[in-house]
């Protein structure tokens, strides 16, 4: 019950413009960002992508940023994630990219985002590579959904994802299924009212189970987002009784977070993508890690007041 009222206090903390410019540059501050942040540069990304393709992991890449104001930094984030997509290729890397559409510009015009999204698809399809739209808040979901399936219509290498704390998201599941857009199955971590998503990480977790059965089953190469070691548990069996291989799914994690789960996992034989994000903006990212592991919160304040 404590840690939604600390998730809280931490975006408002994100969003202080006089700590952000305290903080972010604070030695220390800084270097345990790198935990979670591969840099601000797509240089340190490729270098965290190296060190994980090494031990068996593959990657997505995701370039911090979302909600522009104006269509040149759509062209801009557009611009840099053709670029990595062209290193991918050029350096043989394990990866793909995974992009949010405010960041595109969904939020000044949807053909602005959906051209800026085909171009990044066709772009990846021409080396043999795949596009994940993430997704945001409900206010976008539907549209979000809505450029990708159009998308998808000419480029089958984009995917989706569905958010399993919002109560659309079975007829969501039912609907990329049956046109076969690969989605990515996460809990969710928006705040949402109780009118459109459950409250309770128990009834989440069930409805997570639920529709992770529907993709296994009937999903085109589900990736499975998660920590949680309950529902990792409830996928390796299910997978197997119902002859699933290994290759048909993947897991997927954040960079620097249960990295021991992670290689057990590739260890067992099974595929795990790690989301690498680098940018700029770090700065509200890395806080919100924070929010999920209030240990991290607590050792980063105890050596910052030393």
Same mark, same amino acid.
């Given at each position: ?22 903080l972010?540059?604070?030695? #220390?501050? $800084?270097?345990? @960002?790198r935990?979670?942040? %591969? +840099?601000?540069?797509?240089?340190? =990304?490729?270098? /965290? ?17 979302e ?13 840099v ?8 290729d ?13 960041? #595109?510009? $969904?939020?000044? @015009?949807?053909?602005?985002? %959906? +051209?800026?999204?085909?171009?990044? =698809?066709?772009? /990846? ?13 409900s ?38 299924n ?18 459109? =998503? ?7 977790d ?27 548990q ?23 977070i ?23 903006e ?25």
């Amino acid at each position: 019950s404590e840690q939604p009222v600390l998730r809280k206090a931490l975006i408002a903390f994100s969003q202080n413009v006089i700590l952000k410019q305290a903080l972010s540059h604070h030695p #220390l501050f $800084l270097r345990f @960002s790198r935990r979670f942040v %591969a +840099g601000e540069t797509i240089e340190g =990304a490729i270098q /965290a992508t190296r060190w994980l393709n090494d031990l068996g992991i593959a990657v997505a890449i995701n370039y911090l940023g979302e909600h522009v104001n104006d269509e040149a930094h759509a062209r801009g984030a557009h611009d840099v994630y053709c670029h990595a997509i062209e290193e991918i290729d050029r350096l043989g890397l394990q990866a793909n990219i995974s992009v949010k559409l405010t960041q #595109l510009g $969904l939020a000044l @015009s949807d053909h602005l985002c %959906a +051209g800026n999204l085909a171009s990044l =698809a066709l772009r /990846a399809a021409k080396y043999g590579g795949f596009v994940r739209a993430d997704m945001e808040g409900s206010s976008y979901t539907q549209r979000t959904l809505d450029i990708v399936k159009r998308v998808h219509r000419r480029s089958p290498n984009v995917g989706a994802v569905i958010q399993a704390y919002l109560y659309r998201s079975v007829e969501d599941i039912r609907d990329l299924n049956h046109l076969q857009i690969p989605v990515r199955l996460c809990k969710g971590a928006y705040s949402e009212p109780a009118t459109i =998503a459950y409250a309770r990480k128990s009834d989440t977790d069930r409805s997570f189970v639920r529709l992770m059965e529907m993709l296994l089953l009937e999903g085109n190469y589900p990736a499975i987002a998660t920590h949680d070691d309950w529902i990792i548990q409830q996928a390796i069996p299910f997978a197997h009784k119902h002859g699933i291989s290994p290759k048909r799914f993947e897991f997927q994690m954040l960079y620097g977070i249960r990295r021991p789960l992670q290689r057990a996992l590739v260890e067992d034989g099974y595929r795990i993508r790690v989301y690498v994000p680098f940018g700029e903006e770090w700065y509200p990212y890395f806080v919100r890690r924070l929010a999920e592991r209030p240990a991290n919160l607590l050792f980063l304040l105890r050596h910052l007041l030393e």
